[in-house]
């Protein structure tokens, strides 16, 4: 299989933000040099909260002050509240916009988020250092911040420089590394909807990306109780494969590599600014998670079925002409506002007329034993994936994040109407399967039943 060394090095050929990565046991030891050679003569200015400061962002900031390199004063945030929110923009746009510095954000995801975007604001470039293998939008473009008390998507550069040291991120609370595997699993059932999404002539799989995100991604996922326990080794392994997705993302331009289905649930779940009862954000790998086993289990479900037996005809006679769906949409999002706009959109997107309906769904009917085939081969079974997500401490039951079966249901019969992006579900849905699939997710005996 192919090294972490060479794959990284193979991705910055195709990046179009980050030209330089250092990663690997003791890697912060050198981040002096490693600025030096990214930010020649430039001033530094490490950006931290308490609990980073303490971890990684001291050791940093002494170790560039003790190579000469000029440093600003550290910005760190103090608000035991901190997460990506327009405020905490306002205030590190204000703290670095003072002095001419480059960046170093010292953290996990809100960290990375806040300096990025403050860093494409005042037209800098940026370093990042990450503390914990908690997500894949290290080495991403885009940052996601709550603004109006709604979770978006910024569009900014990816770090121009990325510094991970395993050893530090296997320190980190456990919590954070079962994130960052919650969102790297999710690559599975992703890759299936993109399979999925190229043969029904959607959207085709660029190789490229693919490469960085699959190959290698199921030895990433191999050791879920050693990450649990603190392994260097397992941990590294769970940081390339969350690194080398935010750079396949990086350079398509597009999430489409490490997002399906079950980044749905997530963005669904963002807009209702979802929290455990002490007020506490639920992470996004931990959503992302919930979301992979209703994914995981909607592929299974629709692979088990023949499409070749289907009436297309009925299929289509059932479809709503655009006026009806849109009346549907407003009774089905009466009160949620916010979803309703955004499922106004994304659906408009993607809709199709009873023809090209009935054009799409004899393509796939056609092609249907060989796309079974490739989707199987693709998918981790539903009960492998909840038992990895128990083993590496990660939430494995819908209540463990604070949604009761209930609600989602609730965000199950929204799904299809939330993005664009073309994948299982739709399929399901334009067969007239999501009726069968609803039941056997929450219907007597099925994987959630709502008693």
């Known amino acids: 299989m192919e090294s972490l060394e060479k794959k990284a090095a193979r991705a910055l050929e195709r990046t179009t933000d ?29 950006v931290a909260d308490l609990n980073t400061w303490k ?25 035991s509240d901190l997460y990506a929110e327009w405020r905490f923009v306002e205030m590190l746009r204000e703290g670095l916009s003072k002095v001419d510095t480059v960046a170093v954000a010292v953290g996990s995801g809100v960290i990375n988020d806040l300096t990025k975007y403050v860093s494409h604001l005042l ?22 911040i709550t603004k109006d008390g709604n979770k978006q998507t910024f569009d900014c550069p990816a770090p121009y420089a990325f510094l991970m040291d395993p050893v530090i991120a296997a320190k980190a609370p456990g919590e954070m590394a079962a994130s960052g595997y919650a969102d790297l699993i999710a690559k599975i059932p992703a890759g299936a909807d993109w399979i999925i999404a190229e043969a029904a002539g959607k959207e085709k799989v660029d190789p490229f990306s693919w490469s960085l995100v699959q190959d290698g ?23 390339g494969g969350l690194l080398m997705s935010g750079f396949a993302m990086q350079a398509l331009q597009s999430s489409r590599p490490a997002s399906g289905t079950e980044h749905q649930f997530s963005h669904c779940w963002d807009m209702e600014n979802l929290s455990y009862p002490d ?4 992470s996004h790998g931990f959503k992302v998670g919930i979301g992979t086993l209703i994914s995981t289990a909607a592929i299974e479900f629709l692979l088990e079925k023949d499409l070749r037996t289907i009436d297309i005809e009925e299929c289509a006679a059932g479809w709503p002409e655009w006026e009806v769906l849109e ?43 060989e796309l079974r085939d490739k989707a199987a081969s693709q998918i981790m ?5 909840r038992e990895s997500l128990k083993l590496v401490g990660a939430p ?8 009761s079966r209930e609600h989602l249901r609730e965000s199950f019969n929204f799904i299809p109407y939330m993005r664009s992006r073309y994948t299982a579900i739709d399929v399901i849905h334009r067969f007239g399967l999501l009726p069968e699939l609803e039941e056997r997710l929450f219907g007597k005996g099925g994987r959630w039943e709502i008693i």
């Open 18 to 46: 980050t030209r330089e990565l250092s990663i690997g046991s003791g890697a912060v030891a050198g981040v002096a040099s490693f600025f030096g050679k990214c930010f020649p003569s430039c001033r530094a200015t490490v």
């Open 55 to 79: 971890v990684a962002g001291k050791e940093v900031d002494e170790r560039l002050r003790s190579a000469g390199v000029p440093c600003s004063e550290p910005f760190i945030f103090e608000d």
């Open 123 to 144: 037209g800098r470039r940026y370093m990042c250092v990450g503390t914990a293998a908690s997500m894949d939008g290290f080495t991403s473009y885009g940052a996601s």
């Open 217 to 239: 991604l199921r030895e990433s996922l191999s050791a879920p109780a050693e990450v649990a326990a603190g392994s260097v080794e397992k941990t590294e392994l769970l940081c």
């Open 279 to 282: 007020g506490r954000h639920v």
């Open 327 to 369: 009346k549907g949409l407003r009774t089905l999002f009466k009160g949620k506002p916010g979803h309703l706009a955004r499922a106004l959109k994304e659906t408009a997107g993607k809709y199709v007329t009873r023809e090209q309906l009935k054009e799409e769904l004899a393509h796939l009917q056609q092609i249907w034993p």
């Open 381 to 385: 079974p539903f009960d492998q994936v």
């Open 396 to 403: 494995y039951e819908p209540e463990m994040i604070c949604v």
